[in-house]
């Protein structure tokens, strides 16, 4: 079953300057970005600061308004919502309860004033789950058990817990109203390496009791694959790569996800490989993005119309999709010969 | 710097090692409402000339703190800094700060994390370069710029001169950390300590920028502390590790050792912790629990909460370090009769 369907979404901020605040300019942070979200799949956002993950990420919660493109939303009787712009009385509340979100810091993503019930009790009294507060607190208590920590501490404040134990409240405030959809933005990037795998595997176990979906979006390639059924290689805005997980790391062919996996150290003294990675410079800005191909300034393999035209997706083998003009050149030779 | 060193190659020990730093019992404790604070607590070791030296260990276990007490940046008192760092034949705990200035940022000098934030927005980062040679070296301006855009050169920044008089919001995050790097290289330092130099990075930056540094510890032959918490990293360019836990070394190895025969748990259970691709379909290996509050560290062994082998002897009595073999160093017990395994 369908959750959500995103087309061709794009979303542009202003910059304003001068005294009139006069927009002199945009960033491009998203271009043209398509994305189904099916029950019970995951799918990966992998890329680097700025390639757009968490504005895909926030524009799809309805944090933020698309400049153009569609979102199609499929509540859970099966009916069918245009949610592009705003979001629609009627479907306000479904929604909001139905997509929920994990934020990448858990040190400013939970009230320093409010106690761990009150935390997660907030979004269960908004939806009205419970008509009677003593029901509730006791669900509060069974969350607290489910994500690993104790129904005890429901009276403690945030200031108390660790940075993995914050992350656990978290997911639990936003499993408590039981969404088909959960958005995960670096949920283990400000954590420990020990810690990150117990975060990690939480998710895992919960998605398999409730049969949810996850957007995951990280900037670890392992963590991601781990994760992820399917995973999108974002680059300026651009998708530039979409495969499922395994076929994406065994088989890259953007030459911009194959540099990514090479600058993944190797965890072996006895291979460094980081001196083989060849890939200069740094992405350009999503203000002034470069014609063309978004990652052509740094490609190794650049053809002469790289700079010219932006490649169109081409499917290099089932439901793996590449958008460079190098591997639509061989796709087209191959299929000819 | 002067051939003689390049005799120590990657891994293997020449006769003629040159220690310029050695650390003894160094223990930095910091007073807070909430008790004393055991943030570095009798930590021991050596530094020798053109190797790197990595200091792994997740957040709280004391590896900046180590880094901040040799460069004399924890102020004691109120802090409590003891024990002993000797930096070739000086003594800096103790030391004056008019001497310290002498030796910090000239003969060690620092890289930080954050390179957004370790510079000053409002001056050009060619007058925040200029500042370090000002204070340190005997040029004058004219000779200190030229200087300054040869060492930018030197590490591959395009448009030297054009950068010099740019500001630091300016540039982008791998940009500033190469200029970072650069600044802490104008004094030609005998110390480098960079502390996770690569965190804020995404990973084809932080490659360039490992591999960077790589090239620059050939060329000078100067040596460096590596802080991480990063193993990976820590693969590419370490010769030695010392894993730090909760203000103790807990493991002391050279690189490949420590990868191929980990012999403290903790050091195991780090290792493990790495997303392999094996691991997709299954639970990911873990340790248990949390790292411990630095004002409520458990009694005995600081790992033994966690540890899967955790014994009745490591609860109450802390572990010394053991030696089970050659060049290497493990704070457990598990290794007192020399084999743990």
Known sequence: ????????????????????????????????????????????????????????????????????????????????????????????????????????????????????????????????????????????????????????????????????????????????????????????????????????????????????????????????????????????????????????????????????????????????????VKLEGEPPSPINPPPGCPFHPRCPHRLDVCDRVMPEAVEVAPAHLCACHLVADDTARKAKA | MSASSKLIERGERSERVERILTVENLKTYFRTPEGLVKAVDEVSFHLDRGEVLALVGESGCGKSVTALSILGLVKSPPALVEGSIEFRGTQLIGLGPKEYREIRGRQISMIFQEPMSAFDPLYTVGYQLMEVARAHMPWDDAEAKARIIDTLRAIHIPDPEKRYSEYPHEMSGGMLQRIMIAMALITSPEIIIADEPTTALDVTIQAQVLNLMQELQRDYHGSMIFITHDLGTVAEVADRVHVMYAGKIVEKAPVVELFEDPLHPYTLGLLTSRVKREYKGESLPFIEGNVPRADELPEGCRFHPRCPRAMDKCRTLEPPEFSPRPNRGVACWLWEEGDGR
């Open chain 1, 1 to 276: 079953m369908k959750i959500l369907a995103v087309r061709n979404l794009k979303k542009y901020f202003p910059i304003r300057s001068g005294v009139f605040l006069q927009v002199t300019g945009w960033v491009r942070a998203l271009q043209a970005v398509d994305l189904d979200i099916e029950q019970g799949v995951t799918v990966g956002i992998v890329g680097e600061s700025g390639c757009g993950k968490s504005t895909l990420g926030r524009t799809i919660v309805k944090i933020y308004e698309p400049t153009a493109g569609s979102i199609t939303y499929h509540d859970p009787d099966g009916h069918v919502h245009d949610i592009t712009r705003g979001l629609p009385r009627k479907v306000r509340a479904t929604f909001r309860r139905d997509v929920q979100m994990v934020f990448q810091n858990p040190y400013d993503s939970l009230d320093p004033r409010m106690t761990i019930r009150d935390i997660i009790r907030e979004p269960i009294d908004t939806h009205r789950l419970f008509a009677d507060s003593k029901v509730a607190d006791e669900y509060v208590g069974g969350l607290l058990t489910k994500v690993g920590l104790y129904p005890e501490y429901a009276r403690r404040y945030p200031h108390e817990f660790s940075g993995g134990q914050r992350q656990r409240i978290a997911i639990a405030r936003a499993i408590s109203v039981k969404p088909r959809l959960l958005i995960c933005d670096e949920p283990t990037s400000a954590l420990d390496v020990s810690v990150q795998s117990q975060i990690i595997n939480l998710l895992k176990d919960l998605q398999r009791e409730t049969n949810m979906s996850l957007i995951f979006i990280s900037h670890n390639l392992d963590v991601v694959y781990h994760m992820s059924d399917r995973i999108i290689v974002m680059y300026l805005g651009h998708v530039l790569e979409s495969a499922p997980s395994h076929a994406l790391f065994d088989r890259p062919a953007h030459p911009y996800t194959q540099a990514l996996m090479a600058a993944v150290p190797s965890w072996n003294p006895r291979y460094r490989k980081l001196g083989e």
